[in-house]
């Protein structure tokens, strides 16, 4: 299902193609790194939702992409390469990005779940979303846990 574009108090939510979030995963996921992919298995399904928070220049400030992607026994999709600009964390951009996602598995009665950096555990907590099973090492070698958001038609 499309999502027109809506304005948000922190941008403009919309969806866009996997190549419109790859400078921002670069510069926010890969710490700029060239040698290493922006891109990820399953950016190109047709299934693969991408949506970027963009501000009234038209740059993208936040993105994140959705895939159906089962973790067996838990949740159906998958949040993928969250990521939001340097200079617009902190200000609601990811909680908008989280919150879409949201309304989406909510309306298909569908579960989410994320790979997150320790780092971040706190503001998925504060979305709803529950670490589950043990810290493993993750992309970039960092700490990363497992974290889990169920819909109200399945708590």
């Known amino acids: 299902?499309?999502?027109?574009?809506?304005?948000?108090?922190v941008g403009t939510l919309g969806e866009t193609g996997a190549s419109g979030l790859l400078g921002l995963r670069r510069t926010v996921l890969?710490?700029?790194r060239d040698d290493l992919p922006a891109s990820y298995p399953g950016d190109d399904r047709a299934s693969t939702l991408h949506l970027a928070l963009t501000d009234p220049g038209g740059w993208v400030v936040g993105g994140v992409?959705?895939?159906?992607?089962?973790?067996?026994?838990?949740?159906?999709?998958?949040?993928?390469g969250m990521a939001v600009?340097?200079?617009?964390?902190?200000?609601?951009v990811g909680g908008v990005l989280v919150g879409a996602v949201q309304?989406?598995?909510?309306?298909?009665?569908l579960d989410v779940w994320a790979a997150a950096r320790t780092t971040a555990l706190d503001f998925y907590r504060r979305h709803?979303?529950?670490?589950?099973?043990?810290?493993?090492?993750?992309?970039?070698?960092?700490?990363?846990?497992?974290?889990?958001?169920r819909s109200r038609a399945r708590r």
Do not use: C, I, K, N
């Open 85 to 92: 600009a340097p200079d617009r964390q902190r200000r609601g």
């Open 128 to 149: 709803g979303f529950r670490p589950v099973g043990p810290e493993f090492t993750g992309a970039m070698d960092l700490a990363h846990r497992r974290v889990l958001w």
């Open 103 to 109: 309304a989406t598995a909510a309306e298909a009665g």
């Open 1 to 9: 299902m499309p999502l027109d574009p809506v304005a948000t108090p």
């Open 65 to 80: 992409t959705v895939r159906h992607d089962p973790w067996p026994g838990f949740a159906s999709l998958h949040l993928v």
């Open 30 to 32: 890969r710490d700029g």
